[in-house]
């Protein structure tokens, strides 16, 4: 399998500063590898990113002209018969990614491993960090619809939508996933369960009457003590065994898998390199079809 990386530097989706740096410290970090095509990197536009707490659209028409930019690029990857990696940047570039997937895949599902639930639309916001709905957005759900309209074709299905890993969901926001249908596996239940009974649940849900399965792939899914360098943490996350250990499991079914995003690492809140070196390695993983249980 070949594949092309597009380095998606934008942290225009969330207040926090500092991911649009990571996937040039991504990029750079893993090892040489003949698989991979060609590194593509989009950087955001220059301006006065907006910090305000009472902005309920943060950054809206930048992170449009973004997405519709990196829309384009994942597409054109995708016609070159490649596999697209897309490196975030926050959470909201996943707009795009995820899309152009599904433009170019016609029907696919979706497995979204993140602490939060990134299924606000504007009217239930609280921050306004645009970051908190892309998995909304991706499935057209209400009026997200601010967010995708470069985008032609199908959303994602929410029978065939999981979210896995959840802990950190506002209250409205979880209205609005009951709402829409979406399965969700907490973390709770990742450590009582399994990562492979879990993984195994969602795959099947993922897959079903589809042609396939879009990855994203949010790093502050692992407990911050162990993986720091994240824009929004959140406490009692997955431990690293955890997170390779659904790598594991992606690399094992990547039959099913047409696209993949790794997201929301902040090397300026990164401590030791710690959470750069799990991204890393769940990254080279997947890109050499290697199971990684622990350093």
């Keep these: 399998m070949k594949y092309d990386i597009i380095n998606a530097c934008s942290d225009l989706g969330v207040h926090v500063n500092g991911s649009d740096k990571g996937p040039i410290y991504l990029s750079k970090s893993i090892k040489k590898n003949d698989n991979i ?51 975030g940047g926050d959470h909201s570039i996943v707009i795009a990614s995820a899309l152009a997937s599904i433009n170019k895949n016609k029907n696919l599902g979706i497995i979204w491993i993140d602490s939060h639930g990134d299924y606000n639309n504007f009217k239930t916001t609280i921050s306004g960090n645009i970051h908190g709905l892309p998995f909304a957005a991706i499935t057209g759900y209400d009026d997200t619809d601010k967010l995708t309209k470069f985008h032609s074709g199908n959303f994602y ?15 409205k926001e979880i209205e609005n996933l009951k709402d829409a249908g979406i399965t969700i596996f907490t973390t709770d239940e990742i450590k009582k369960y399994g990562v492979q009974s879990i993984m195994k649940k969602a795959f099947t849900i993922a897959s079903q009457n589809t042609c396939g399965i879009h990855i994203s792939y949010d790093i502050d ?51 030791d390199n710690k959470t750069l070196n799990i991204a890393t390695t769940l990254l080279d993983n997947f890109l050499n ?5 622990k350093n």
């Design 37 to 87: 095509e060609n590194i593509y990197t989009l950087e955001k536009e220059k301006c006065i990113k907006s910090l305000d707490k009472n902005d309920k659209q943060k950054n809206l028409n930048e992170v449009n002209i973004f997405n519709e930019n990196l829309y384009n690029i994942v597409k054109n990857v995708i016609d070159d018969n490649k596999f697209p990696i897309t490196l």
């Design 157 to 171: 299905n929410t029978k065939n939508a999981v979210l896995v890993g959840a802990r950190d969901l506002d209250e």
């Design 289 to 293: 079809d290697k199971i990684k249980i």
């Design 221 to 271: 899914v692992i407990d911050p003590n162990t993986a720091p360098g994240v824009s929004i943490p959140a406490i009692n996350g997955i431990s690293d065994i955890d997170a390779y250990s659904i790598m594991n499991y992606i690399i094992e079914n990547k039959n099913l898998v047409k696209s993949l995003d790794i997201v929301e690492y902040n090397p300026e809140l990164d401590i």
